[in-house]
C-alpha cells in the first residue's frame, strides 16, 4: 500500500517562503507532484518530478518561483514555494504516477495525500 504525506504549509505573508514535503511510504512510482486546490475551484498542477532522473516540468503560474526536488533516501519529494503570492493561497496535494504522459491531469495519478493548506496573506 502507498501513502503520500504532506506537511510543511502554513499561514505566511506575501513576497514570503515555504518548503512543502511529501513523505512516501511503500513502493516507489514514477513520477509524483504537486497540485493545488483552492477554495471554490478546480484541482491544478503545479509541478511534477520523475523519481528516477530530474525531469521536472511547473506550471506557468509557478514556474520561476517554485522548485520541485526529492530525496531517494529519505523517500520524500518537496515543494520549495519562494515569492509567494495571495493567490497561491490553497490546498496543496502531492500525488503519484505510474505514468509517463499527461501529468497535468489529475486523472493520471493512483495515489493521493491528505493535503496541507498555504494560506497567503498580502
Known amino acids: 500500500q502507498v501513502q503520500l504525506v504532506e506537511s510543511g504549509g502554513g499561514f505566511v505573508q ?3 517562503s515555504l518548503r512543502l514535503s ?7 512510482s514514477l513520477r509524483y507532484s504537486w497540485f493545488r486546490q483552492a477554495l471554490g475551484k478546480e484541482r491544478e498542477f ?9 525531469n521536472t516540468d511547473f506550471s506557468d503560474s509557478v ?8 530525496d531517494n533516501a ?4 518537496y515543494l520549495q ?18 505514468r509517463w504522459e499527461n501529468y497535468y491531469s489529475p486523472l493520471t495519478y493512483d495515489y493521493w ?3 496541507t493548506q498555504v494560506t497567503v496573506s498580502s
Open 81 to 98: 514555494m519562494n515569492y509567494l503570492k495571495p493567490e497561491d493561497t490553497a490546498v496543496y496535494y502531492c500525488a503519484a504516477s505510474s
Open 46 to 54: 503545479a509541478a511534477t518530478i520523475t523519481w528516477i532522473g530530474d
Open 63 to 70: 514556474k520561476g518561483r517554485f522548485t520541485i526536488s526529492r
Open 74 to 77: 529519505k523517500n520524500t519529494v
Open 113 to 115: 495525500g491528505q493535503g
Open 14 to 16: 506575501a513576497g514570503d
Open 22 to 28: 511529501c513523505v512516501i511510504s511503500g513502493r516507489t
